[in-house]
């Protein structure tokens, strides 16, 4: 693996590293997301974990304590900057994992990140290849109900009941969030689309957890505060299977689709 060096792509984080910093303070995080990912999250000390679109570094600490050894990835240099104070970290623009070897890994996990990341289905090939038989794969994202571009809370005026819109729900598409004085933006799939492309990469699903609104992150808007029955994050944990020979000959490379 290499040290971070010169990113050659542009950086679409630039702008947001300085929202994320103050974003992963916030209490919603630490009480919503944090818990989510330790709940499906299953690491053994002396394991080898990626963590992907690893921000600040602040999870691969608290996963670091457990006896495991994280490396970081993430496209952002500030960002990366804070985090390799905190353990080993790779500048790089995922889903392109070429500079970490087959089956190096015990596995990886991202949080809050794959709805960032351009190509799904390749970054479940490239983890699927980096990671050997047996590793693990766990992601939390924002459920993809809260994804789908035209998505959004309804109220009905009759009687006040909260309703959801699912919007373009079935098609991948990208959405758009404030952030600060920025905008972030969603890359949108299907549930369908990434168990499929998971499982075509040869990750066998182990665990799925939809949480609703939290009651901190309700607390800042009246609308979301109704919102504890409709899906807000999911979790999703998978184990890697033996790679087949057709699996190994067919295993995507950044770009090749
Ligand atoms: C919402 S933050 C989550 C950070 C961290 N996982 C956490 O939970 O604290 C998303 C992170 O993904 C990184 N990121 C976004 N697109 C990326 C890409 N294509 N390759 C690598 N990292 C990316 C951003 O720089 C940012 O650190």
């Known amino acids: 693996m290499r040290t971070p060096g010169r990113l050659e792509q542009t950086d679409d984080w630039d702008e947001l590293a300085a929202w994320w910093l103050v974003e ?4 919603a995080y630490r009480e919503e997301v944090v818990p989510l990912f330790l709940e499906v999250f299953r690491p053994r000390s002396g394991q080898v ?6 921000g600040d570094g602040r999870i ?3 996963v670091a304590a457990q006896g495991v050894r994280v490396v970081g990835v993430d496209i952002n240099v500030e960002l990366v900057r804070v985090a390799s104070g905190r353990h080993p970290v790779l500048l790089k623009r995922l889903p392109d994992l070429a500079c970490v070897r087959d089956a190096a890994v015990d596995g990886a996990y991202a949080v809050l990140a794959l709805e960032h990341i351009d190509d799904s289905a390749c970054f479940f090939a490239e983890t699927a290849r980096v ?3 047996g590793g693990s794969l766990t992601i939390v994202i924002n459920h993809p109900v809260y994804t789908a571009p035209r998505s959004g809370p309804v109220i009905d005026q009759t009687d006040g009941e909260l309703l959801w819109r699912f919007g373009r729900y079935l098609s991948p598409g990208k959405s758009y969030e404030p952030a600060g004085d920025q905008t972030i933006e969603f890359r949108h799939r299907p549930i369908g689309t990434l168990l499929t492309q998971a499982a075509a990469a040869g990750w066998s699903i182990e665990a799925a957890v939809e949480q609703g609104m939290g009651s ?3 607390s800042r808007d009246p609308i979301l505060a109704k919102h504890r029955d409709i899906p807000h994050l999911m979790a999703l944990r998978w184990r890697r299977s033996s790679p087949s020979a057709e699996t190994r000959s067919v295993t995507r490379r950044p770009g090749s689709s």
Request: net charge negative.
């Open 49 to 54: 974990l990626l963590d992907l679109g690893c």
């Open 60 to 62: 691969g600490e608290r």
């Open 216 to 218: 901190r992150a309700a």
């Open 131 to 133: 990671t050997r038989a």
């Open 24 to 27: 992963v303070d916030d209490p």
